[in-house]
C-alpha cells in the first residue's frame, strides 16, 4: 500500500472536521495531516480510514478514533525532542503522530504481534521510534525521566510506577475508570512529588492489562 493524493484530500477532510471539534493545536493536526492513517489498517477498512472512528485491530485492540488521538496528543503538548513514553502501541498510528511531531517516541505493546506489525509499519513509512514488548504498567524507567507519558487503554487509577517516571514538569495523560467509560486525566508534575490532576471529559478505551498478552 501506499499514499495516494485521493488519500491526502481525505487527511485535509479529517483535518477539517477535528478543528470543527474542537482541536486547535496545529501541530496535532499538520501530523494528522501528514500520517497516512490507511497504512495501519486493515486493507479491509481502507475506505474508512480517514472517518473519525475508532476500527478493530488484531488481539481484541482498536485503532483509536482520529479525534482522540487527537485529544491526548494536544494535551501532552509536545515539543520537538521531547522524550515521550506512550503505553499500548496498538497500530502504531499514535507513535507515528508523535514521531511526525518531533518527539523521540518510546512504546510499549504486550500483544507480540502487534507489537511487531507496527515496528514494520513505521519502519516501512520511514518513522522513527523506540519499541518494546511487555508490560506497559511497569513502564521503562531505564530511559526516563519522561517529558511526557500517554497511555492509549483504560486504566482503573493513575500507574503509580508511571508516575515516577515522569520529569518536573512533565505531563502525563490517562484515561481512568471502569471498563465502560473513562474520564481522561491529565496529570501535571508540577515538583519533585508533587502533582496536578485535571479532568477532561468522558472516553471509552480498552482495558489496560498487566502483564504480556498472546506470546506466538
Known amino acids: 500500500m501506499t499514499d495516494t ?9 479529517l483535518v477539517d472536521e477535528l478543528r470543527r471539534k474542537g482541536i486547535s493545536d496545529e501541530d496535532v493536526l499538520s501530523a494528522v495531516g501528514t500520517v497516512p492513517r490507511h497504512l495501519f489498517m486493515d486493507p479491509a477498512f481502507l475506505s474508512h480510514a480517514y472517518v473519525d472512528k ?9 485503532i483509536s478514533q ?5 485529544f491526548q496528543t494536544s494535551l501532552l503538548k509536545v515539543r520537538k525532542r521531547d522524550k515521550i513514553l506512550e503505553i499500548g ?3 502504531g498510528y499514535q507513535a507515528a503522530i508523535l514521531a511526525v511531531m518531533g518527539a523521540r517516541v518510546f512504546t510499549i505493546e504486550r500483544h507480540r504481534d502487534l507489537f511487531y506489525k507496527a515496528q514494520q509499519t513505521l519502519e516501512s513509512i520511514g518513522y522513527s521510534a523506540d519499541f518494546f514488548f511487555g508490560d506497559g504498567y511497569e513502564g521503562k524507567p531505564q530511559y526516563g525521566p519522561f517529558d511526557g507519558i500517554v497511555i492509549t487503554a483504560a486504566a482503573p487509577e493513575v500507574p503509580l510506577k508511571l508516575l515516577q517516571q515522569l520529569k518536573a514538569g ?3 495523560v490517562v484515561p481512568v ?4 467509560s473513562q474520564i481522561m486525566t491529565l496529570v501535571e508534575k508540577t515538583g519533585d512529588d508533587t502533582f496536578e490532576y ?3 471529559g468522558n472516553f471509552v478505551f480498552v482495558p489496560m492489562l498487566k502483564g504480556i498478552g498472546n506470546v506466538k
Open 54 to 62: 475508532a476500527f478493530p485491530l488484531t488481539s481484541g485492540q482498536t
Open 5 to 13: 493524493f485521493e488519500a491526502k484530500g481525505m487527511r485535509k477532510k
Open 198 to 200: 485535571t479532568s477532561h
Open 66 to 70: 482520529p479525534y482522540t488521538v487527537a
Open 170 to 172: 512533565g505531563r502525563m
Open 177 to 180: 475508570g471502569s471498563s465502560n
Open 89 to 91: 502501541t496498538g497500530s
